[in-house]
Structure formats: C-alpha cells, structure tokens
C-alpha cells in the first residue's frame, strides 16, 4: 500500500472511490452539489491524501482548513489492513503541523467501523448533528486531540505531583498533570494552565524535558516545574478522581502514555528529548 498527497489529476479517481462506497451503503450521490468539492480535491482541501494498491486509487482522506477530516473513504479491497490508520495519521499528522490542536470529524452513525477506527485513535464523541447532505443523515462528532502539554513537579522528598482520570475516562489512568493546548497556545503556558485547572495549583516551567509523539498523530510536550503557589488538591466539579505526591518507583497502573515515555527521562533530568512513533496504551 502507497501513502501520497493527492493532485489535481487524481480527483476522477477519488471521487470513483468516495461514490463507489455511497452506492455501497445506498447513500444519495449529489455530483453538482454537495459533492462538487471532488472535481479539484487540492483546491477544495488544505490537504488531501489517496492510499493506493497496484497503481490505484483505493481510499481517500481530506484536511479542511478549518481542521476538520472529510471524505475518509476505503473501497472494500483496502479494508482490515490499516489503511483507514494510515490515512487518519496523516490527516492528524498534517492538521498539527498546520497548526490545529484538534481534529474535528463528522460520521454517519451507520458507519459503525468508521467509528471503532476513531476511538481506537483516542478521539472522543463530541456530539451529534443532522448533517445537510442529501440524505439528511444522523452523524456523531469526535474530536481527537492533536497536540498537549504537562507538567512535571518534584516535591522537595522527590516525589512526582500525579493524577488519575476520572468518570470522563473508562480507564482511570495516573499521569502528570496536563491536557490539550488551546489554540495558538504556547506548550509551555498550556502545561502551567492545565496544572492549575485540574489541582489548583500554580506551577512554573523550569526546564522542557521532551516532546513524544504517538502513533497516532498525537504529540505531547512534558516540562519539569516547581510549585509555585498552593496545595494540589482536586478542584470542584473536576474531571480528576485522584491528585497526590507518588515517588517515580510507586506510581500506580494504568499509566498515560505521556507519564509512560516521559518518566524516565524526567528522573533521569534530561532535556529536549525528541521521540515519535511511539505505540500507545
């Protein structure tokens, strides 16, 4: 399977594939309008990626400039064999890189592996719509989150400042404080906010002890602070089940992956650390 950027010549092909899949699932083709954006995919998209196999086009994904993910498309003879992640990497890969903290995708509830796809990648639902394509079809949102930041903070016994999620995650993990960056967020500002939303506390950033990129597009950016002000604890109506002082040795399962690949490097008091690819949890 080959991954590429699509061009203007490879729009007939693309649009073959995205209406071989409506008539697939019986869904309305509206060549004139709400599928127009086909005839030029490079001018319609800020982005647009094609899987192919033996020199054809066989699934299709599109980058909007808002930041949302349109048109992911497989033709039956590419499913079950990752490209439906290949082509959803490389969406989130590029929304980052063009400077979206988060990646907003729409999908017709029918589309059931669409969805197990999406959540596997770690995007959440978000909410649901009636969307105005011919068929006035019902779709879920998720959001994926494309780019976080956290704090790490020592106490003076050596011990780690740790959280662990709560009803909002099935999974109950411990990490470090932290969350996703708002937009046009400074990584470092998004650590100091997110420790102060979730534990109360003001932390400031003393050191960046490395950036981690997951297999999944995702990319987090840990920093070694000190406790300013306050006493972490959990804050009302917070989505945190647990805030507490752990040493590195004691740090319970499950883990986030942030606190999985950033810890040792945080004990180790090392700097700039650059990984990526990373598997995930």
């Given at each position: 399977?080959?991954?590429?950027?699509?061009?203007?010549?490879?729009?007939p092909a693309v649009a073959a594939v995205v209406r071989a899949v409506y008539d697939e699932f019986g869904?309305?083709?509206?060549?004139?309008?709400?599928?127009?954006?086909?005839?030029?995919?490079?001018?319609?998209?800020?982005?647009?990626?094609?899987?192919?196999?033996?020199?054809?086009?066989?699934?299709?994904?599109?980058?909007?400039?808002?930041?949302?993910?349109?048109?992911?498309?497989?033709?039956?003879?590419?499913?079950?064999?990752?490209?439906?992640?290949?082509?959803?990497?490389?969406?989130?890969?590029?929304?980052?890189?063009?400077?979206?903290?988060?990646?907003?995708?729409?999908?017709?509830?029918?589309?059931?592996?669409?969805?197990?796809?999406y959540e596997r990648f770690g995007a959440r639902r978000s909410g649901e719509r009636v969307n105005d394509?011919?068929?006035?079809?019902?779709?879920?949102?998720?959001?994926?989150?494309?780019?976080?930041?956290?704090?790490?903070?020592?106490?003076?016994?050596?011990?780690?400042?740790?959280?662990?999620?709560?009803?909002?995650?099935?999974?109950?993990?411990?990490?470090?404080?932290?969350?996703?960056?708002?937009?046009?967020?400074?990584?470092?500002?998004?650590?100091?906010?997110?420790?102060?939303?979730?534990?109360?506390?003001?932390v400031e950033v003393e050191s960046r002890i490395g950036s981690y990129g997951s297999d999944n597009g995702?990319?987090?950016?840990?920093?070694?602070?000190?406790?300013?002000?306050?006493?972490?604890?959990?804050?009302?109506?917070?989505?945190?089940?647990?805030?507490?002082?752990?040493?590195?040795?004691?740090?319970?399962?499950?883990?986030?992956?942030?606190?999985?690949?950033?810890?040792?490097?945080?004990?180790?008091?090392?700097?700039?650390?650059?990984?990526?690819?990373?598997?995930?949890?």
């Amino acid at each position: 399977m080959k991954l590429r950027r699509a061009v203007a010549e490879d729009s007939p092909a693309v649009a073959a594939v995205v209406r071989a899949v409506y008539d697939e699932f019986g869904f309305t083709w509206d060549g004139d309008g709400y599928h127009a954006d086909l005839r030029d995919v490079t001018l319609s998209y800020a982005a647009f990626f094609v899987a192919e196999l033996d020199g054809a086009i066989v699934g299709t994904a599109g980058l909007t400039e808002r930041g949302s993910l349109e048109r992911l498309y497989l033709l039956p003879s590419a499913r079950g064999g990752g490209t439906g992640s290949l082509l959803l990497r490389a969406v989130a890969e590029e929304a980052r890189e063009q400077g979206h903290r988060r990646l907003e995708i729409w999908t017709d509830q029918r589309l059931e592996s669409a969805h197990r796809l999406y959540e596997r990648f770690g995007a959440r639902r978000s909410g649901e719509r009636v969307n105005d394509d011919p068929d006035r079809s019902a779709e879920w949102g998720y959001t994926l989150a494309l780019e976080g930041a956290c704090a790490v903070v020592f106490d003076n016994a050596g011990r780690l400042l740790i959280v662990r999620e709560g009803s909002g995650s099935a999974r109950g993990r411990y990490g470090f404080p932290g969350g996703t960056l708002e937009t046009d967020e400074a990584p470092a500002r998004g650590a100091v906010r997110e420790t102060r939303e979730e534990t109360g506390a003001t932390v400031e950033v003393e050191s960046r002890i490395g950036s981690y990129g997951s297999d999944n597009g995702h990319v987090v950016h840990a920093f070694r602070c000190r406790l300013l002000v306050g006493t972490p604890e959990l804050q009302p109506g917070g989505e945190l089940a647990e805030v507490g002082w752990f040493p590195p040795g004691e740090i319970p399962e499950p883990r986030t992956n942030a606190l999985r690949y950033a810890l040792a490097d945080a004990v180790a008091n090392r700097r700039d650390i650059e990984r990526t690819g990373l598997p995930r949890e």
